[in-house]
């Protein structure tokens, strides 16, 4: 069974940083592609960072770029995003995604609230 579980989110300040994590279970991580999206009050989920499997192609939203990194960890089975210079509108739910099997699966999700 497949089980994605984030964790890091919270209050953070205009400019601050945050880092967030997704422990990944129930699949062989190393094979798959990792992403993460967000969705904002009143607006739709959107793509926010991907990484292939070995982690050397990375890819990124433009509203994100140069400020967030996603990495990853294989041997802990867990995707990273380091997120610097924090906007407010960068306030939303942060969700780990993996397309697995013609499948795609979904944590819960965790806030991240960028407010002074």
């Known amino acids: 069974q497949v089980q994605l579980v984030e964790s890091g989110g919270g209050l953070v300040q205009p400019g601050g940083s945050l880092g967030l994590s997704c422990a990944a279970s129930g699949f062989t991580f190393s094979l798959y592609s990792m992403t993460w999206y967000r969705q904002a009050p009143g607006k739709e989920r959107e793509l926010v960072a991907s990484i292939s499997n070995s982690g050397g192609s990375r890819n990124y939203a433009d509203s994100v770029k140069g400020r967030f990194t996603i990495s990853r960890d294989n041997a802990k089975n867990t995707v990273y995003l380091q997120m610097n210079s924090l906007k407010p509108e960068d306030t939303a739910v942060y969700y780990c995604?993996?397309?697995?099997?013609?499948?795609?699966?979904w944590g819960q999700g965790t806030q991240v609230t960028v407010s002074s």
């Open positions: 995604n993996v397309r697995y099997r013609q499948n795609q699966y």
